[in-house]
Protein backbone atom coordinates (compact mmCIF):
# COMPACT_ATOMS: atom_id res chain seq x y z
CA UNK A 1 0.00 0.00 0.00
CA UNK A 2 1.74 3.05 -0.85
CA UNK A 3 1.80 5.84 1.65
CA UNK A 4 -1.04 8.14 0.30
CA UNK A 5 -3.43 5.74 -0.09
CA UNK A 6 -2.44 4.61 3.64
CA UNK A 7 -2.88 8.83 5.04
CA UNK A 8 -6.13 8.69 2.55
CA UNK A 9 -7.50 5.84 4.56
CA UNK A 10 -6.20 7.24 7.59
CA UNK A 11 -7.86 10.42 7.32
CA UNK A 12 -11.15 8.68 6.20
CA UNK A 13 -13.91 10.83 8.15
CA UNK A 14 -11.82 14.34 7.88
CA UNK A 15 -13.08 16.27 4.91
CA UNK A 16 -11.38 16.36 2.13
CA UNK A 17 -10.42 19.56 2.08
CA UNK A 18 -8.74 19.05 5.12
CA UNK A 19 -7.43 16.08 4.04
CA UNK A 20 -5.67 17.87 1.18
CA UNK A 21 -3.89 20.44 3.34
CA UNK A 22 -2.93 17.51 6.15
CA UNK A 23 -1.11 15.50 3.23
CA UNK A 24 0.38 18.42 1.77
CA UNK A 25 1.90 19.42 5.05
CA UNK A 26 3.27 16.22 5.54
CA UNK A 27 7.01 16.45 5.14
CA UNK A 28 6.59 12.57 3.61
CA UNK A 29 3.93 13.18 1.29
CA UNK A 30 4.15 17.42 0.63
CA UNK A 31 2.43 18.35 -2.81
CA UNK A 32 3.62 15.11 -4.35
CA UNK A 33 0.75 13.77 -2.54
CA UNK A 34 -1.40 15.69 -2.17
CA UNK A 35 -2.20 17.00 -5.54
CA UNK A 36 -2.36 13.68 -7.10
CA UNK A 37 -4.78 12.57 -3.95
CA UNK A 38 -7.06 15.70 -4.44
CA UNK A 39 -7.56 15.10 -8.12
CA UNK A 40 -7.62 11.38 -8.58
CA UNK A 41 -9.02 9.92 -5.43
CA UNK A 42 -11.03 13.43 -4.14
CA UNK A 43 -12.35 14.43 -8.05
CA UNK A 44 -11.24 18.32 -7.19
CA UNK A 45 -10.57 20.10 -9.67
CA UNK A 46 -6.86 21.54 -10.89
CA UNK A 47 -7.08 24.89 -9.13
CA UNK A 48 -8.62 23.61 -5.54
CA UNK A 49 -6.73 21.07 -5.30
CA UNK A 50 -3.00 23.04 -6.25
CA UNK A 51 -4.67 26.09 -3.65
CA UNK A 52 -5.29 23.21 -0.63
CA UNK A 53 -2.17 21.27 -1.34
CA UNK A 54 0.57 24.52 -1.82
CA UNK A 55 -1.97 26.03 1.37
CA UNK A 56 -1.49 22.92 3.31
CA UNK A 57 2.43 22.62 1.87
CA UNK A 58 3.21 26.07 3.56
CA UNK A 59 1.44 25.44 6.77
CA UNK A 60 4.86 24.64 8.85
CA UNK A 61 7.03 26.72 7.02
CA UNK A 62 6.22 29.60 9.22
CA UNK A 63 7.00 27.08 12.70
CA UNK A 64 9.54 25.34 10.99
CA UNK A 65 11.79 28.53 10.26
CA UNK A 66 10.85 30.12 13.74
CA UNK A 67 12.08 27.20 15.58
CA UNK A 68 14.66 25.41 13.85
CA UNK A 69 17.22 27.59 15.58
CA UNK A 70 16.24 28.08 19.42
CA UNK A 71 15.70 23.56 19.13
CA UNK A 72 19.05 23.25 17.79
CA UNK A 73 20.56 25.38 20.46
CA UNK A 74 18.97 23.74 23.26
CA UNK A 75 19.87 20.21 21.93
CA UNK A 76 22.93 20.90 21.30
CA UNK A 77 23.18 21.08 24.66
CA UNK A 78 23.46 17.37 24.38
CA UNK A 79 26.93 15.88 22.87
CA UNK A 80 25.21 13.68 20.59
CA UNK A 81 23.24 16.57 18.87
CA UNK A 82 26.46 18.54 19.29
CA UNK A 83 28.29 16.24 17.04
CA UNK A 84 24.90 15.55 14.74
CA UNK A 85 24.30 19.05 14.57
CA UNK A 86 28.26 20.16 13.75
CA UNK A 87 28.61 17.67 11.30
CA UNK A 88 25.55 18.33 9.25
CA UNK A 89 26.18 21.98 9.26
CA UNK A 90 29.51 21.25 8.14
CA UNK A 91 28.82 18.60 5.69
CA UNK A 92 25.67 20.51 4.17
CA UNK A 93 28.13 23.89 3.56
CA UNK A 94 31.21 22.09 2.35
CA UNK A 95 28.80 20.62 -0.82
CA UNK A 96 26.04 23.11 -1.34
CA UNK A 97 28.13 26.42 -0.33
CA UNK A 98 28.81 27.61 -3.82
CA UNK A 99 25.63 26.70 -5.46
CA UNK A 100 24.22 29.10 -2.66
CA UNK A 101 27.19 31.98 -2.97
CA UNK A 102 26.44 31.67 -6.89
CA UNK A 103 22.66 32.05 -7.14
CA UNK A 104 21.69 32.96 -3.55
CA UNK A 105 18.08 32.72 -2.65
CA UNK A 106 17.07 31.43 -6.24
CA UNK A 107 18.87 28.57 -5.36
CA UNK A 108 16.31 27.53 -2.03
CA UNK A 109 13.44 28.56 -4.69
CA UNK A 110 14.93 26.36 -7.35
CA UNK A 111 15.45 23.47 -4.40
CA UNK A 112 12.21 23.83 -3.17
CA UNK A 113 10.39 23.81 -6.64
CA UNK A 114 11.77 20.76 -7.48
CA UNK A 115 9.38 18.32 -6.93
CA UNK A 116 11.47 15.18 -6.41
CA UNK A 117 11.80 12.90 -3.47
CA UNK A 118 14.32 14.72 -0.55
CA UNK A 119 13.46 18.31 -1.72
CA UNK A 120 10.28 20.14 -0.50
CA UNK A 121 9.16 23.30 1.80
CA UNK A 122 10.69 21.17 4.72
CA UNK A 123 14.24 20.42 3.62
CA UNK A 124 14.04 24.01 2.23
CA UNK A 125 13.62 25.10 5.76
CA UNK A 126 16.15 23.32 6.57
CA UNK A 127 18.33 24.46 4.15
CA UNK A 128 17.91 27.93 5.06
CA UNK A 129 18.47 27.27 8.69
CA UNK A 130 21.81 25.76 7.84
CA UNK A 131 23.03 28.46 5.88
CA UNK A 132 21.53 31.30 8.22
CA UNK A 133 19.06 32.94 5.93
CA UNK A 134 16.90 35.03 7.71
CA UNK A 135 13.00 34.66 8.03
CA UNK A 136 12.11 37.67 6.00
CA UNK A 137 13.98 36.41 3.30
CA UNK A 138 13.31 32.62 3.08
CA UNK A 139 9.96 32.39 3.88
CA UNK A 140 8.99 34.45 0.17
CA UNK A 141 12.05 31.73 -1.72
CA UNK A 142 10.73 28.91 0.12
CA UNK A 143 7.00 30.02 -0.60
CA UNK A 144 7.76 30.66 -4.74
CA UNK A 145 9.56 26.78 -4.39
CA UNK A 146 6.04 25.90 -3.37
CA UNK A 147 3.74 27.66 -6.14
CA UNK A 148 6.36 26.34 -8.79
CA UNK A 149 6.26 22.57 -7.15
CA UNK A 150 2.45 23.19 -7.13
CA UNK A 151 1.92 24.10 -10.95
CA UNK A 152 4.49 21.11 -12.19
CA UNK A 153 2.85 18.79 -9.99
CA UNK A 154 -0.23 19.98 -11.09
CA UNK A 155 0.44 20.08 -14.80
CA UNK A 156 1.80 16.01 -14.43
CA UNK A 157 -1.25 14.86 -12.37
CA UNK A 158 -3.50 16.37 -15.05
CA UNK A 159 -1.27 14.74 -17.91
CA UNK A 160 -0.98 11.12 -16.18
CA UNK A 161 -5.08 11.48 -15.71
CA UNK A 162 -5.46 12.38 -19.17
CA UNK A 163 -3.58 9.12 -20.71
CA UNK A 164 -5.03 7.51 -18.11
CA UNK A 165 -8.89 8.46 -19.55
CA UNK A 166 -7.19 7.83 -23.02
CA UNK A 167 -5.91 4.40 -22.72
CA UNK A 168 -8.59 3.03 -19.96
CA UNK A 169 -11.37 4.61 -21.50
CA UNK A 170 -12.72 6.17 -18.22
Known sequence: MS?????????ASVPHWLSVMVIGALPISEL???IPVAMGIYG???LEAYFLSVLGNLIPVVPLLLFLEPVSKNLRRYRIFDIFFTWLFSRTRRN????????GLLALTLFV???LPVTGA????????VFGIRFKHSFPAIAAGVMIAGIIVTAVTMTGMGLADLIFGS
Open 113 to 115: AVP
Open 96 to 103: HSENFEKY
Open 3 to 11: VENLLVEML
Open 44 to 46: MGP
Open 32 to 34: RGA
Open 122 to 129: WTGCAAAF
